[in-house]
């Protein structure tokens, strides 16, 4: 049902009378969803050749696990290129590893 407005809810509340419905309490998420948000400063950070910048994220521990066992991921983007690897991780531990690897990868 998402959030249904207060009419609504008070026509689902003559039909159904274990719904909740008061009009003097507001919901939060509704609040905050109609926030504006600022926008981002614009990036001062340019590049002009492939592997000039890279940005690299971790993310996790997700609370569903892959098939394979994996819990983690870890983001790499160029810069410039904007190509992404992503590459799934068992453990957090495994991160040191796979950025020694990855650097060494443009290098040859």
């Keep these: 049902m998402g ?11 003559s039909k159904y009378p274990f719904v909740f419905a008061d009009k ?3 919901c ?3 609040n905050h969803a109609k926030q504006i948000k600022l926008p981002f400063t614009l990036s ?14 971790i ?5 569903t696990t892959s098939m394979q066992g994996f819990r983690y991921f870890l983001t ?4 410039f290129s904007r190509y992404t690897w992503t ?3 068992h ?9 020694i690897f990855f650097f060494a990868y443009p290098e040859n």
């Excluded at 340019?46 to 592997?51: E, K």
């Excluded at 993310?59 to 609370?63: H, I, L, N, Q």
């Excluded at 790499?76 to 810069?79: A, E, L, M, T």
């Design 3 to 13: 959030h249904p407005s207060d009419e609504r809810l008070h026509v689902l509340k």
């Design 24 to 26: 003097t309490r507001m």
């Design 28 to 30: 939060d998420l509704c």
């Design 44 to 57: 001062t950070s340019h590049t002009t050749a492939i592997f000039d910048i890279i940005h690299v994220d």
């Design 59 to 63: 993310w996790g521990p997700c609370s």
């Design 76 to 79: 790499i983007v160029d810069y």
């Design 87 to 89: 590459i799934l991780l």
């Design 91 to 99: 453990a957090k531990s495994e991160v040191r590893t796979h950025h």
